[in-house]
């Protein structure tokens, strides 16, 4: 069996997440609405997790609530120097799981799957990772994210050198992260999406929340380094179009399946037709 396409350096980007440890306080705002959006989800889940294993969360694994009912947390992260001070930590790759199968009850990753060279093999790792009837929830980077930012990077490039470079990394589609949930194996999947706008007086500033989430162009294949003044046309291009960004947050839930959990209807068991549903909701 061949092994995926390499489309992201690891290495590298280990590397960036590890130099921006200490500024991730500061620009990791995204981490952290992700992070609340998750614990808002576990609290509705009405659940207890025995042992529960947290990607990229780092010390974002503080904001559990009592209602989370997450007993055991085991902090992972690709840099060592992301993890938190205290509690069970691990350094590993989402892609190379260390857990032994069946071992988990939950498993969140927070902001990291994005970069995975092959998601569905990452995705049913973790589905491998969990008890039968076990939660997977991710926060991936979607499509539209940093949408401006290649537009203002392909324009000025153009405009100067008479070329265009892969400056910003491209993101999944929302169904395709659907469609890796479900070639995983998880049960239940479900995908869901949150919009985030960003306005940015100067457009520098989103540059150094990028290198300080650790979330600069990671592309095996990145292109060389990049000229000043078509940094500083692409920035005015930015600012021009209106000087937002717009991050697209992708929610994947899904659960390993159990006998216990519902089973979809059988094509034609509906006990009303498309029709008159459609009919009924006009």
């Given at each position: 069996?061949?092994?995926?396409p390499?489309?992201?350096?690891?290495?590298?980007?280990?590397?960036?997440r590890a130099?921006?440890?200490?500024?991730?306080?500061?620009?990791?705002?995204?981490h952290r609405?992700?992070?609340?959006?998750?614990?808002?989800?576990?609290?509705?889940v009405?659940?207890?997790?025995?042992?529960?294993?947290?990607?990229?969360?780092g010390?974002?694994?503080?904001?559990?609530?009592p209602?989370?009912?997450?007993?055991d947390?085991?902090?992972?992260?690709?840099?060592?120097?992301?993890?938190?001070?205290?509690?069970?930590?691990?350094?590993?790759?989402?892609?190379?799981?260390?857990?032994a199968?069946?071992?988990?009850?939950?498993?969140v990753?927070?902001?990291?799957?994005?970069?995975?060279?092959?998601?569905?093999?990452?995705?049913a790792?973790?589905?491998?990772?969990?008890?039968p009837?076990?939660?997977?929830?991710?926060a991936?980077?979607?499509?539209?994210?940093?949408?401006?930012?290649r537009?203002?990077?392909?324009?000025?490039e153009?405009?100067?050198?008479?070329?265009?470079s892969a400056?910003?990394?491209?993101?999944?589609?929302?169904?395709?992260c659907?469609?890796?949930?479900?070639r995983?194996?998880?049960?239940?999947p479900?995908?869901?999406v949150?919009?985030?706008?960003?306005?940015?007086?100067d457009?520098?500033?989103l540059?150094?929340?990028?290198r300080?989430?650790?979330e600069t162009?990671?592309?095996?294949?990145?292109?060389?380094?990049?000229?000043?003044?078509?940094?500083?046309?692409?920035?005015?291009l930015?600012?021009?179009?209106?000087?937002t960004?717009?991050f697209e947050?992708?929610?994947l839930?899904?659960?390993?399946?159990?006998e216990?959990q519902?089973?979809?209807l059988?094509?034609?068991?509906?006990?009303?037709?498309?029709?008159?549903a459609?009919?009924?909701?006009?």
């Amino acid at each position: 069996m061949s092994s995926p396409p390499q489309i992201f350096d690891k290495t590298l980007y280990a590397r960036r997440r590890a130099r921006a440890a200490k500024t991730v306080g500061d620009a990791g705002f995204l981490h952290r609405r992700a992070m609340e959006d998750i614990v808002e989800r576990l609290e509705i889940v009405k659940r207890r997790f025995d042992l529960a294993a947290f990607d990229g969360a780092g010390d974002l694994t503080s904001m559990l609530t009592p209602a989370c009912d997450v007993e055991d947390v085991i902090s992972m992260d690709l840099a060592p120097a992301r993890l938190p001070q205290t509690g069970l930590r691990l350094a590993a790759d989402a892609e190379a799981l260390p857990f032994a199968p069946h071992s988990l009850n939950l498993f969140v990753s927070l902001l990291t799957l994005h970069t995975a060279n092959d998601l569905v093999g990452a995705l049913a790792q973790a589905r491998m990772a969990l008890k039968p009837d076990g939660l997977f929830i991710a926060a991936v980077f979607g499509e539209e994210t940093l949408g401006a930012l290649r537009r203002a990077f392909y324009a000025a490039e153009a405009e100067i050198t008479g070329g265009v470079s892969a400056r910003v990394a491209p993101f999944a589609a929302i169904q395709d992260c659907g469609q890796a949930l479900a070639r995983a194996g998880f049960a239940l999947p479900v995908v869901d999406v949150d919009k985030v706008a960003v306005s940015y007086d100067d457009p520098l500033k989103l540059l150094r929340d990028l290198r300080g989430m650790g979330e600069t162009n990671t592309l095996m294949n990145r292109p060389g380094p990049l000229r000043r003044d078509v940094l500083m046309r692409a920035m005015a291009l930015f600012a021009e179009a209106g000087g937002t960004e717009k991050f697209e947050i992708v929610y994947l839930t899904g659960w390993t399946p159990h006998e216990s959990q519902q089973k979809p209807l059988k094509p034609g068991s509906a006990k009303m037709s498309l029709k008159d549903a459609i009919k009924g909701a006009s």
